[in-house]
């Protein structure tokens, strides 16, 4: 991101000394025009004495400023015009792409959307235009015969899920100073990723009214308490035990130690950071998490924010948990999904 800042801020910046370039370029042709006039005004007129006002019937003349021609102030104006186009055709440029859309096989993906958004600035008319096409048979798309600054590249279809933060959606097509343009090769099109959607299942969830997640209020002394996830009810009895060691809330900041902990007896738990979580693993798992934060450690941290998978039960069922707390938060909060057939499929409906 920075490197694109300061691709526009040299261009910016170029711009600007083009055009005190053409301005001083200006006031230099209408200087010595003026000496110029001066000069063959004193020659023609010389010595220039009179006391008496011009008139029609005293035709002296009165040297001043003399008129410029108007050749000057379009030279200016022919200076500033060129200085503005070469910004623009550094701005703007042809833009042509072409992609592909894959599934999480390497499959083409036919028929996928594909929203196309382009930027354009003055002189040209300044804003965002759009267009949207289709993927081939062959997963394949491209676009050509438009001109901008940039190309955004939006993918998506019907029954597919995306896959954030592996395709490239923003291209740079500007030739500004310190910044290379994109350059397309329709030989090598751009891939871009969907994942087919499976069979999702009723999934037991951890909403609750306007709430997404179950808070759990704690005891500060390490007291355990039972969170039953399937109800949403805390007490004595829960497939999750927690408990907790903090400060109270007035004193958090000058606190030097804290901890929390999750048991599940006879089940367990296993960290969890797939893009798609959708199948629990089978083994692997843990009883018991346990968090020991000391100041002046190199794991000190105020806030817990993990993903696991978990189990419970005999025979055994599986879900997913979201943990969030902190040192000066009373409890967690915990976000879930528990497939209550025992099946390890944890993709929604």
């Not at 130690?257 to 083994?283: C, R, T, V, Y």
Request: hydrophobic share 35%; proline share 7%; aromatic share 10%.
């Amino acid at each position: 991101m920075k490197s694109k800042q300061s691709s526009w801020l040299i261009g910016l910046i170029l711009l600007l000394v083009i055009l005190i370039y053409a301005t001083w370029h200006l006031h230099k042709h209408e200087a010595a025009a003026i000496d110029n006039s001066l000069i063959l005004t004193n020659q023609e007129n010389s010595p220039v004495v009179s006391s008496m006002p011009a008139s029609a019937n005293n035709p002296t003349q009165q040297i001043g400023k003399p008129q410029l021609s108007s050749g000057f102030s379009q030279a200016g104006t022919g200076l500033i015009s060129s200085a503005v186009s070469a910004w623009s055709q550094q701005i703007h440029r042809p833009i042509e792409f072409y992609g592909k859309v894959v599934d999480e096989k390497n499959q083409p993906v036919a028929e996928a959307n594909i929203q196309l958004v382009w930027t354009q600035f003055s002189p040209l008319p300044e804003g965002s235009f759009n267009t949207n096409v289709v993927s081939d048979k062959n997963g394949l798309f491209g676009i050509s015969s438009i001109t901008g600054a940039s190309l955004g590249v939006y993918v998506s279809k019907a029954g597919y899920y995306n896959v954030d933060g592996t395709d490239n959606s923003h291209f740079i097509y500007s030739a500004l100073p310190g910044s290379q343009p994109f350059n397309p090769d329709p030989n090598h099109p751009v891939v871009y990723h969907l994942r087919r959607k499976g069979a999702g299942v009723d999934l037991i969830t951890s909403k609750n009214g306007m709430k997404k997640y179950l808070a759990v209020a704690l005891p500060l002394d390490g007291s355990p308490v039972g969170v039953d996830l399937i109800n949403h009810k805390i007490g004595v009895n829960g497939q999750v035990i927690v408990s907790q060691i903090k400060p109270s809330a007035d004193l958090w900041k000058q606190a030097s130690k804290w901890s929390f902990d999750m048991q599940i007896p006879g089940g367990g738990f296993l960290h969890e950071n797939d893009a798609f979580p959708f199948l629990a693993p089978d083994s692997g798992y843990q009883p018991e998490i346990s968090f020991n934060f000391q100041t002046g450690q190199t794991n000190w941290t105020t806030d817990i924010e993990q993903d696991f998978y978990f189990k419970f039960g005999n025979p055994p069922q599986y879900g997913r948990l979201h943990l969030d707390t902190s040192i000066d938060m009373s409890g967690a909060r915990l976000t879930y999904v528990i497939n209550p057939d025992g099946s390890r499929n944890l993709e929604p409906k």
